[in-house]
């Protein structure tokens, strides 16, 4: 009983800075247009470190490993699990000068202040998932664009949030579009725990405390003859070994 009032207690204040926070990055990315598409980046990452932030109110902890492994800014494909509507603004956090650009369904460029704007204007791949055809060609756009300017793509080949921590089975046709329309960028397999924690009730509440893990492997290489499915096997691989090591060190499920 405590813990749940103590939850609602921490999840208001939360969800108004929340609310806020998208209001006012959308006005100020609306802003940023004006003057270019860097600007407006710059605009967005400043929103999704924000967004951190805000959920410090309920005490979401982040531990991130792993970004000693490639630099800072520039190029890389991310090939995550997916856990939350969460995980976007939590790469967006920490990998500001990578200006990472995501695949997301076309239905969230709808009337989301500051998250719609941001799929619509900042160079995001927006599919539908019924029309396998238009989702090849946005994301093979979308990886010429990020090799071309030198940012970084985040995918997230499930293809669905996980509801419970666990990790399902990676479709290869996104990541191997990717692959394709930016050869030259490396891969940086990457995991996700406890993510879907925070939206595990919507926001409300949000269970305080909540832990998020974030770990980046080593960047792969690439190669004119690498095996696209062979790469994709092997992050995905890579992510369930250690979402299984997190979760035996911890003596609970994910």
């Not at 998250?115 to 055809?133: C, E, H, T």
């Not at 269970?207 to 003859?225: K, L, Q, W, Y």
Request: net charge neutral; charged share 20%; hydrophobic share 45%.
């Amino acid at each position: 009983m405590i813990r749940t009032v103590r939850d609602w207690v921490f999840s208001i204040p939360t969800v108004i800075a929340f609310g806020l926070t998208l209001v006012v990055f959308d006005v100020a990315g609306r802003v940023a247009l004006i003057f270019g598409l860097r600007q407006f980046e710059w605009v967005m990452a400043g929103l999704q470190r924000t967004l951190l932030g805000v959920f410090l109110i309920s005490g979401v902890r982040f531990d991130i490993e792993g970004l000693d492994r490639f630099e800072s800014t520039g190029g890389y494909i991310f090939v995550s699990n997916h856990q939350s509507m969460y995980d976007i603004p939590i790469f967006g956090g920490i990998l500001v000068k990578n200006f990472p650009k995501y695949v997301a369904k076309r239905s969230l460029a709808r009337r989301i202040p500051s998250i719609s704007l941001n799929l619509l204007r900042g160079g995001n791949a927006l599919i539908d998932r019924g029309d396998k055809v238009q989702a090849v060609a946005a994301i093979h756009e979308m990886a010429m664009n990020c090799q071309s300017r030198d940012v970084s793509a985040v995918i997230f080949p499930e293809g669905t949030r996980s509801r419970d921590g666990s990790i399902g089975d990676y479709r290869s046709a996104g990541v191997v579009a990717l692959m394709d329309g930016a050869p030259d960028l490396q891969i940086v397999p990457t995991v996700i725990d406890g993510s879907w924690k925070v939206f595990a009730n919507n926001m409300f509440p949000i269970p305080f405390g909540t832990r998020v893990r974030v770990m980046f492997a080593d960047p792969i290489s690439r190669d004119a003859e690498e095996d696209p499915a062979a790469v994709v096997e092997r992050c995905h691989r890579w992510a369930s070994q250690a979402l299984d090591s997190w979760n035996q060190n911890s003596g609970t499920a994910a």
